[in-house]
């Protein structure tokens, strides 16, 4: 199909994903510093080249939202259903829209957490905002989203990277910091990374990601306490917490964190 109208194909493509039940959508271009170099073949678990077919131009990234009684449980194992369940849900979102496009003659792969770094993206794309608990802070869901993303030759229109406040917020808030069990999230502004697990060369908030692993492994099960008591993770389909998003992000943003002390308390596994 010969598209001759970038902003319009990416209309359409927007409301195909949310057909297929993508929460979020946005479009933005390549960019091969958020990709990995090699891959593993599992077939024997060496390393392999991480090639994209040519002509790969822009990158659609995806939403999806996790179930807020589950999130409200972190850490538990049973939270990890709200991950999981995710993971399910785009595994079939991403291949339902990448095959959509392939029927229109254009090259699309579909990726969840690999080939490439998804916050960069997501980020790029104007989903959201980068925050000091390493998660995408978006204003529909907050914290509460896992995302995938498509590589096409698909010719679309770019949405721009929007600065919505959620590091201004971060700069005077610590609660995702103070709460992590192991002190694995910083406490200070955003710094160029030297820990052995990071990405190299990005001045950002970076976790100790040793120590943040460790924990889970120690409890051999899911910890994301940061996205549980984040002020952001809210039901922003609620007025009040619509009206608090917009103290969050505004100048008033002290004001906003003075009034989050009951957001983020954790729901006991079994009363879910
Ligand atoms: S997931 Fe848990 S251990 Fe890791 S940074 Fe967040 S609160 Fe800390
Ligand atoms: S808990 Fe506070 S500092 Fe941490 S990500 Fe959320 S808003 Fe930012």
Redesign the pocket.
């Known amino acids: 199909m010969e598209i001759d109208d970038p902003q319009r194909m990416s209309t359409e493509i927007k409301r195909i994903a949310e057909f297929f039940g993508a929460d979020l959508c946005a479009v933005t271009e390549i960019d091969d510093r958020w990709h990995y170099e090699t891959r593993v073949d599992t077939r024997d678990m060496s390393e392999a080249p991480n090639h994209l077919p040519s002509g790969i131009t822009h990158v659609i990234v995806l939403g999806h939202e996790m179930g807020a009684e589950l999130v409200a449980t972190y850490p538990s194992a049973l939270a990890g259903a709200a991950t999981g369940r995710e993971y399910s849900h785009e595994a079939a979102i991403v291949m339902q829209v990448a095959a959509y496009i392939r029927n229109l003659g254009y090259e699309a792969i579909a990726s969840m957490n690999d080939t490439a770094l998804v916050i960069p993206y997501a980020l790029k794309a104007g989903l959201g905002e980068y ?3 390493q ?1 995408v ?1 978006t204003p529909e869901f907050g ?1 509460r989203l896992r995302f995938s993303k498509i590589f096409t030759s698909l010719p679309l229109y770019s949405d721009q990277p929007k600065k919505l406040g ?1 590091a201004e ?3 005077i ?5 103070d ?1 992590c069990p192991v002190k694995a ?1 910083p406490f200070g502004p955003p710094n160029v990374s030297t820990q052995s697990s990071s990405i190299k060369g990005v001045r950002k ?1 970076t976790s100790d990601a040793e120590k943040c692993f460790g924990f889970w492994a120690k409890m051999a099960s899911d910890c994301a306490i ?1 996205m549980r ?5 809210r039901d922003f389909s609620k007025w009040r917490h619509k009206l608090w998003l917009k103290f ?1 992000l505004s100048p008033c943003c002290r004001f906003a ?1 003075a009034l989050d002390r009951h957001i ?1 308390a954790r729901v006991k596994p079994s009363t879910w």
């Open positions: 925050a000091r608990n998660i802070i914290p959620v917020f971060c700069n808030c610590t609660k995702c910091a709460a999230l908030w940061c008591v984040c002020p952001f993770n969050a964190l983020g």
